[in-house]
Structures are given as structure tokens and as C-alpha cells.
């Protein structure tokens, strides 16, 4: 799943995206359109506030955050902290 999907199916517009990430909406877009890569803390940010799993956005995950197993392509576990970490930032700040 790309992250236009992600976002577009939590309901949730580019602007809010960016402002739950610290991140401009032109930001976000670039992401989307695939002119740039969010780093592995912004891919983190999007899949908690799109209530996916980090693995599920494999299509944008940089090869750098990732390792095959049997080719297969997974997030690494430092990846996974991180999205834990921020996910429950993002739900402390959207409960306030």
C-alpha cells in the first residue's frame, strides 16, 4: 500500500497528515507522488496516524530501513520501536 492509500483510507487529509508529523502538506505531497522519500521516523508517523501496520506501506519503505527473508521484504525491528513510540505519541496528542 502506497501512503496516498494509507492516508486516503483512514479519512484523513494531507494537511492533517503534516500536522500530526511536524511536516508541510507540500511535504506529504512529495511523499505521494513519489518525488521524495519520507525518512524512516516520518514512514513510522504515517503508518500510526493511518492505523496501519509499518509493513504495510512496503512499497515506501527505503531499502535501508528493511532486510529479506526469504525474498520477502520486511520493516526492521528498529522500525517497528519507532512506530510503536510514535504511534502513542500521536494518540496522546489527539486525545488532548
Known amino acids: 500500500m502506497d501512503i496516498r492509500t494509507a492516508r486516503q483510507t483512514a479519512r484523513i487529509t494531507q494537511d492533517q497528515l503534516a500536522n ?14 513519489g ?26 519503505i527505503p531499502a535501508a530501513a528493511t532486510v529479506t527473508v526469504h525474498g520477502t521484504r520486511h520493516a526492521i525491528g528498529v522500525v517497528r520501536a519507532t512506530a510503536d ?9 489527539g486525545a488532548a
Open 35 to 60: 518525488t521524495t522519500q519520507p525518512s524512516t521516523a516520518a514512514l513510522c508517523g504515517i503508518a500510526a496516524a493511518c492505523h496501519v501496520d509499518v509493513d504495510t506501506l512496503d512499497d515506501t
Open 20 to 33: 500530526r508529523l511536524g511536516v508541510s502538506a507540500r511535504t506529504v505531497a512529495r511523499w505521494e507522488a
Open 85 to 93: 513510540a510514535l504511534g502513542a505519541r500521536i494518540e496522546e496528542e
